[in-house]
């Protein structure tokens, strides 16, 4: 009996030492041994783990067991997320929402999968598979704009605007809420006869379908109410829209595409855009898009916070009703054409704080149903905003 004892021991560890080497690597479970204690046996076991057996060493063989080699090791079952664990998460950013469209949160980076609990998000680093963690808290955040007059002939003009945001369940779809903001104040030629301060308020969702674990769709709609708020009209409320592909075609290439709907009165009523986004590393990104195209590099990391420098292009401007001398209700269109150059800072894909600067060509106000239009000189801008 004593000898057969041997015999099984060693054959125990041939056996141990051979799987060890094919698997190339010997690791416990992953439970503690007073789990792995309570739940199998009084021994410890230490095993190297090959699928759904496990190949014991000597130190935790039974010899009452009708195959002392091999176990098998249990299967963990899929549970349900609760709804306190679905409230717990939230794909970082959107990206491009905030600089196209007031409806629309952040790129397209926000997203959801149902059933894990998990989604694809944009790529900033160069991670194919990467997954980010949903968050459903409230985000907030707000910018400041300068552009000078440049004299009594010039247009300049001071913008505050602010927006929150959050990420609510109906039923089982994610709905991304965005409420918006903002104030105008207009430096302007008196035979103009603008009024010196508009306003624009907006609300929007945006809810994101994940097709894949690459390939993502955003659909959103809002309302906007731009003015100087003297008289109220039901067609002054300006619908709004957009969709939105995403998808991530190799480890250092992702692209997007899809069109805005920013009202039938709005300078750029309806918008397409589309390009690629390419990193090399996860320090550069080269946002190569129509219409705002953007070369970023970070210069500076400590921790989870980092410094990132900037130059890109785009349109701007604004639209909104107001009341002329005749007591009728016109619409007011203001458009540019920008080159910008700036330097933010981000914690994780957040940019908690951003100052730009900007050269304005091709500026132009056109007051509509008078059939005036005035061409302004090129100017020169600075923009701070916040993100938190």
């Not at 176990?71 to 306190?84: L, T």
């Not at 550069?284 to 953007?294: E, S, V």
């Amino acid at each position: 009996m004593s000898i057969r004892l041997q015999s099984l021991s060693r054959t125990a560890m041939k056996l141990t030492l051979a799987a060890a080497m094919f698997s190339g690597s010997s690791f416990a479970m992953g439970e503690d041994s007073t789990t792995q204690s309570s739940r199998y046996s009084s021994r410890s076991v230490h095993a190297t783990q090959r699928g759904p057996e496990v190949v014991a060493s000597k130190e935790s063989i039974d010899l009452h067991h009708t195959n002392p080699m091999v176990y098998e090791a249990p299967v963990a079952q899929p549970s349900e997320i609760s709804e306190e664990e679905k409230e717990q998460f939230l794909s970082t950013s959107l990206g491009y929402g905030d600089e196209y469209s007031t409806a629309v949160s952040a790129p397209p980076q926000t997203s959801y999968a149902p059933r894990q609990g998990y989604a694809p998000a944009h790529r900033s680093s160069c991670t194919k598979s990467k997954r980010t963690p949903i968050d459903t808290d409230l985000h907030m955040g707000g910018a400041f704009r300068i552009v000078p007059d440049y004299g009594d002939e010039g247009f300049g003009l001071q913008e505050i605007d602010g927006y929150a945001k959050k990420m609510v369940f109906i039923g089982d779809f994610p709905v991304i809420v965005k409420v918006g903001g903002g104030i105008s104040l207009l430096d302007s030629p008196a035979p103009l006869m603008l009024p010196q301060e508009v306003y624009e308020l907006s609300l929007g969702g945006t809810v994101p379908f994940p097709v894949s674990d690459d390939f993502m769709v955003l659909v959103g709609a809002g309302v906007s109410l731009p003015g100087d708020f003297q008289q109220f009209e039901s067609d002054q409320i300006q619908l709004t829209g957009q969709v939105i592909g995403t998808y991530q075609w190799t480890e250092h290439w992702s692209l997007m595409g899809g069109v805005f709907y920013f009202g039938e009165d709005a300078p750029f009523p309806i918008l397409p855009f589309g390009g690629a986004t390419y990193t090399p590393y996860d320090g550069l990104r080269y946002d190569l898009f129509l219409p705002r195209p953007r070369v970023a590099k970070r210069f500076y990391q400590c921790g989870k916070c980092s410094w990132w420098g900037y130059v890109g292009g785009g349109f701007g401007g604004g639209s909104w009703y107001i009341e002329r001398p005749d007591g009728e209700s016109r619409f007011l269109e203001y458009e540019e054409y920008q080159f910008l150059f700036g330097l933010e800072r981000r914690i994780g894909d957040l940019v908690t704080a951003d100052i730009e600067f900007g050269y304005l060509m091709g500026r132009e106000l056109n007051i509509d149903d008078e059939n005036l239009s005035y061409e302004l000189d090129n100017a020169l801008s600075v923009r701070f905003s916040t993100n938190f």
